[in-house]
């Protein structure tokens, strides 16, 4: 008998059943809209986001969204212990659905991002991670998708057009209320514009693996 071997894959979890995730996500979606009020200065995103653009005034933020990326790393606050204890969780439930239990890891950035209609994040990657994750405490059904690339989508497409290549080259997810999106910080991805007069709310944040192997000499 004979059999697909989906061979070298790129893991991506998702996870909607978390315990106590719909007040996770009402909480953190007061605390982000907190946010706002607290750093009028914060980051941009949708076609501001390449250039790191900052907020002049409240008109920015309604024209291109917001992001406490460059503001607040709320992975040292206190105050986010709530949502940071349930990302390293399942952060600890990739690394079991890997194989890979067990393994240390340091939360090392989390921030807060909120979309209104119209906005959305550019492809890029989460440089200097190891993991990734993406928490969605408001979202609105059928509208701004997550995509991930193909990481292998230039070798692909450069042999392969689509119309016979058998291997996908991207694929996408449709965010919802309490759904965490855990992928490898390498993967290209990017979001779809969100078109909801009903805000975005989104958490997301980074993790390091630890690793050290002992030489003969420590083992001795």
Not at 13 to 32: E, N, Q, R, V
Not at 140 to 155: I, M, Q, S, W
Request: charge should be negative; hydrophobic fraction near 40%.
């Amino acid at each position: 008998m004979g059999q697909i071997i989906q061979m070298f894959s790129h893991p991506v979890i998702t996870l909607d059943d978390y315990p106590g995730i719909d007040a996770i996500a009402d909480t953190f979606h007061a605390k982000a809209m907190g946010l706002m009020q607290e750093y009028p200065d914060a980051g941009l995103i949708s076609d501001a986001w390449h250039s790191g653009k900052r907020a002049q005034s409240a008109d920015d933020i309604r024209q291109h969204g917001f992001t406490s990326y460059y503001s607040v790393n709320l992975a040292k606050q206190a105050d986010f212990d709530f949502i940071n204890s349930a990302a390293r969780e399942v952060f600890a439930q990739y690394l079991r659905v890997v194989d890979k239990a067990g393994i240390d890891m340091r939360l090392d950035s989390a921030w807060a991002s909120v979309y209104g209609r119209g906005h959305y994040v550019p492809q890029h990657t989460h440089p200097m991670s190891h993991l990734s994750l993406v928490f969605y405490a408001a979202a609105t059904d059928g509208t701004g998708k997550l995509v991930f690339e193909n990481p292998a989508r230039a070798h692909f497409q450069h042999f392969y057009p689509p119309e016979i290549c058998w291997m996908p080259y991207r694929f996408s997810i449709q965010p919802k209320k309490g759904m965490f999106v855990v992928f490898p910080s390498y993967m290209t991805h990017n979001t779809e514009p969100h078109e909801s007069d009903d805000l975005r709310i989104i958490y997301s944040a980074n993790v390091q693996l630890g690793f050290s192997k002992l030489t003969d000499a420590e083992k001795a």
